[in-house]
DNA sequence: CCACAAGATGACCGACTGGTCAACTTGATA
DNA sequence: TATCAAGTTGACCAGTCGGTCATCTTGTGG
């Protein structure tokens, strides 16, 4: 991680920011593969510094997505509060999937191993997926057979099917979200085959 | 294209053959970043041979790429034999998904144009996976507002949560699959958003 | 069995990558 | 305002990439 917090000079702080601003839009246009020089040409600064502020590339990746996990962890934490468990599911999946572009959600699983805050931030995000399928089984929306793990991956492909978009047709991962969302209600539901994944 | 066809010199055929084999496994391992470099030493040949029968990147995964087509084309055609219509598109989802592995189908959309036989090869697949949901659309097993080109957009979702396998838990992509294909069955389905996608 | 075209080779090229660092600039403190 | 650590810079490095090409090897028709 990167030093702690502590003490930023000024300017350093605002350009820490507008690294950060600049690698989420590079990321989000160019995916994984965006090169720091852009990034830095983005912001507005040399190369160097990206690397006074992380380390490597790994770390500032992580830093990105960590933000990501927050946000979606906020977002599953007000849906908690919903008064229709079975919407919020939904909603989560379309506000999480619009929201990632088509920033991929695994890779951060790997790139994020054996960060402890970043590490924190995802099992937050985790619980609260875990949440949100509870409620909305206990509510009788959703199939039972269904865990906070198969909602995730979900969310992945959902995410991919996002990043696909069309000029032509740029909606078309919403009625992808439906067809999904149908197939989790608990009306004709056929059993799952595999082990029951382990909760996250 | 690469020359027709004519009169490839024994050795020259042979290479081919090795280069194309190597290239399948080296994609299939290093995704579409796979370097030429790795495949000529997969194949067991200098880089050079490779631009000899491929004359740029492009080209070699557009031959590659052209061969899913065939080979998802003929299992399509194959499944639309069966007697039962609905069991063959879930069917084709499931071989379809787990023959492209991670192979992006989409990149082929992008790589492809251009290259008539291959388009053509990609206008089969998509006029036989518009047979297989005609099919079980009149069969009643799945509703009747999807079309050919949601199942393929939830094919590439498919194909990319096969492509996230991890040790553990190598066929979780198959709950994702029958959660998807609850989903495109009739009873209780949820209309689908946006303007119905056109013929492919 | 020979001649020669078709094919194979690998050193080489320029562009680009993540990452380093000595020299320079600047914000904050006393 | 003088000082100096904190921060910035961009040339530079080693490595990789796709792609080229002069040179060498080899399959094959006569």
Redesign the interface.
């Known amino acids: 991680m990167t030093l702690s917090a502590r003490s930023l000079r000024s300017d350093a702080a605002r350009n820490r920011e507008l690294l950060l601003a600049a690698a989420e839009e590079e990321f989000a246009k160019r995916g994984m593969d965006a090169s720091i020089a852009a990034i830095a040409r983005r912001a507005g600064v040399a190369k160097g510094t990206v690397f006074r502020h992380f380390a490597t590339k790994e770390e500032l990746v992580a830093v990105v997505v960590g933000g990501h996990f927050v946000s979606l962890g906020a977002v599953a934490g007000e849906l908690l509060e919903s008064v229709d468990p079975t919407g919020a599911l939904l909603e989560f999946l379309a506000v999480a999937a619009e929201q990632l572009q088509h920033q991929d959600l695994?890779f951060l699983q790997a790139v994020t191993e054996g960060d402890s805050t970043v590490t924190e931030c995802r099992n937050q995000l985790h619980a609260r997926t875990n949440a949100l399928v509870d409620r909305a089984q206990e509510a009788g929306g959703i199939r039972s057979d269904?865990t906070g793990?198969?909602i995730l991956?979900?969310l992945?492909?959902?995410v991919?099917?996002v990043g696909?978009r069309t000029e032509q047709?740029p909606?078309?991962?919403?009625?992808?979200l439906?067809?999904?969302?149908?197939?989790?209600?608990p009306?004709?539901?056929?059993?799952?085959?595999?082990?029951v994944?382990e909760r996250l």
């Open positions: 695994v269904v793990s198969d991956l979900i992945c492909a959902l991919h099917t696909l047709t909606d078309s991962w919403r009625r992808h439906i067809i999904l969302f149908d197939g989790l209600r009306q004709g539901a056929s059993p799952l085959p595999g082990p994944p």
